[in-house]
C-alpha cells in the first residue's frame, strides 16, 4: 500500500485518484501472494480514511476547498454559457427575420404603388379630363374630412355677409396702471393733494 500511495500524488490520493490506487494495490498485492503460491485471492481493496500530515492539513484543507470552489465557477459559467448563446441566436435569428419580412412589405409595397402609377398614368393619357377629375374628387375625399370647412351655395351666398368667430378669439380684459408710492417706516400717510393744490394765479 505505501509503495502505491508512494509512488501517486497527494492530490490524487486524497481526491479523484482513490479508485487507480486501489486496483494498483490489488494488482501488486495479488501479484506477490502469487509469488509465494500463497493461496489466497484478494477480492477488493478499499482505501477508508486518507488524511494529509496534520502539519499540513489546514492548507490541504484550503487547497481543496479551492478547487472545489474553481469547479463550481467553471459549471456556473458554462451552465450560462449554454444558456446565454442559444438564445442570443434566436434573439438575432428574430431580428434578421423581422428585417427580412419589413424589407419585402416595403418591396412589394413600393411594386405595388409604382405599378398603381403606371396604371393611372395609362388611363389619363387614354382620357385626361376624366381622370383628372377622378384624382381631384378622390383627394378631395381624403382632405376634407379632416377640415373644417363651411359650403356655400353660390347663388345663396350672395345675400349671405361673412362673419367672424369672435367665440374662438382669445377675450383680454382692459388693463389697469397704478403708480407707485414709497413711505417710511413710522411715516405717517400722506395726503393725497392733488385735488386741494390750485395754480397760484387763479382766483377764489
Do not use: W
Request: no cysteine; aromatic share 4%; glycine share 6%.
Amino acid at each position: 500500500m505505501r509503495e502505491v500511495v508512494g509512488k501517486s500524488k497527494i492530490d490524487e490520493a486524497l481526491t479523484t485518484g482513490k479508485a487507480v490506487i486501489q486496483q494498483d494495490t490489488l494488482t501488486l498485492l495479488q501479484t506477490i501472494l502469487d509469488q509465494y503460491h500463497a493461496g489466497v485471492q484478494i477480492a477488493a481493496v478499499q482505501l477508508q480514511d486518507v488524511d494529509p500530515p496534520e502539519a499540513v492539513a489546514a492548507a490541504f484543507k484550503d487547497v481543496t476547498n479551492a478547487k472545489e470552489d474553481r469547479e463550481k465557477l467553471i459549471n456556473q459559467a458554462q451552465s450560462y454559457r449554454n444558456d446565454i448563446i442559444p438564445r442570443a441566436k434566436g434573439e438575432a435569428a428574430e431580428l434578421v427575420n423581422r428585417a427580412r419580412g419589413f424589407a419585402q412589405a416595403r418591396l412589394n409595397r413600393a411594386q405595388g404603388e409604382a405599378n398603381r402609377f403606371l396604371a393611372t398614368l395609362k388611363e389619363y393619357n387614354q382620357a385626361k379630363d376624366v381622370i383628372s377629375k377622378r384624382i381631384y374628387i378622390e383627394t378631395m375625399e381624403e382632405i376634407l374630412p379632416h377640415a373644417e370647412k363651411i359650403i356655400i351655395d353660390g347663388k345663396g351666398g350672395e345675400r349671405l355677409l361673412p362673419y367672424l368667430p369672435l367665440d374662438r378669439l382669445s377675450k383680454s380684459g382692459p388693463s389697469t396702471h397704478t403708480k407707485p408710492t414709497t413711505q417710511l417706516e413710522g411715516e405717517e400717510p400722506r395726503p393725497d393733494l392733488s385735488s386741494t393744490l390750485k395754480p397760484r394765479n387763479a382766483r377764489p
